[in-house]
């Protein structure tokens, strides 16, 4: 991996997700087992929009998605850019996906009690992640709740830096990984119409996943205001 400027594109992430795939799938398939936090904070989003329905939006294989829908209750549908994740998700845990790009969901405006974003908007430059929020906004009910996951940084990339990844198990991709400054996020979210409810950052636990420093943030959608 080298780090770089390059924002990649959606078709390059397609691919690349298309390509490692079931690879992928296998190596986190029991990810979450030794990451009690991230369980706690999913099980916490799980209440908040136990009302439903949940969009897990860049869902990967579905194992986010298959814990909200064990722990809230609530319709669970997965978006991915790569129809092959969809394809690992749908056989691994009975739930419905789709396809789909974030920037441009498949959904109706105030359709969903919660958008969980685990991991995704990484692939995205800034211009890719205003729209992403917006479409986040635009589908989550006034009131709903939105919880993003991302990688601030490791060992050699700091916030605002992104990585190239050329080559991944042996596939060649064509993925950047960007490395994302929380306040600034937590500004183009407020933006978007998405406000702070929570935010956590924690340190990186190298024995069950990459060595990167990582931030959550809970967000609410404002409610729409009535005459004044």
């Known amino acids: 991996?080298?780090?770089?400027?390059?924002?990649?594109?959606?078709?390059?992430?397609?691919?690349?997700?298309?390509?490692?795939?079931?690879?992928?799938?296998?190596?986190?398939?029991?990810?979450?087992?030794?990451?009690?936090?991230?369980?706690?904070?999913?099980?916490?989003?799980?209440?908040?929009?136990?009302?439903?329905?949940?969009?897990?939006?860049?869902?990967?294989?579905?194992?986010?998605?298959?814990?909200?829908?064990?722990?809230?209750?609530?319709p669970v549908l997965g978006l991915d850019l790569s129809p092959g994740m969809c394809a690992v998700a749908r056989r691994t845990t009975a739930l419905p996906y789709a396809a789909a790009d974030m920037t441009a969901l498949p959904v109706r405006s105030g359709a969903a009690a919660g958008v969980l974003c685990w991991y995704a908007v990484i692939h995205l430059d800034r211009a890719g992640r205003d729209a992403a929020y917006a479409e986040f906004a635009r589908v989550l009910c006034p009131g709903g709740h939105a919880l993003l996951a991302f990688h601030t940084g490791d060992a050699e990339a700091a916030p605002g830096t992104a990585r190239r990844l050329t080559t991944w198990w042996d596939h060649p991709v064509d993925l950047t990984f960007h490395f994302l400054d929380p306040g600034a996020e937590t500004e183009a979210l407020a933006r978007a119409g998405l406000i702070p409810a929570a935010r956590l950052d924690r340190a990186p636990d190298p024995a069950v996943e990459h060595a990167s420093s990582r931030t959550y943030l809970l967000l609410r959608r404002i409610r729409s205001r009535g005459p004044s």
Do not use: N, W
């Not at 780090?3 to 959606?10: D, I, L």
């Open 1 to 74: 991996m080298t780090t770089s400027r390059s924002t990649g594109a959606p078709d390059g992430t397609r691919r690349g997700y298309d390509a490692v795939a079931e690879r992928y799938a296998a190596q986190i398939a029991g990810e979450l087992d030794g990451k009690p936090l991230d369980r706690a904070l999913l099980d916490a989003f799980a209440e908040l929009a136990a009302d439903g329905p949940v969009l897990d939006v860049g869902c990967g294989p579905g194992h986010a998605a298959a814990r909200l829908a064990a722990r809230g209750g609530a």
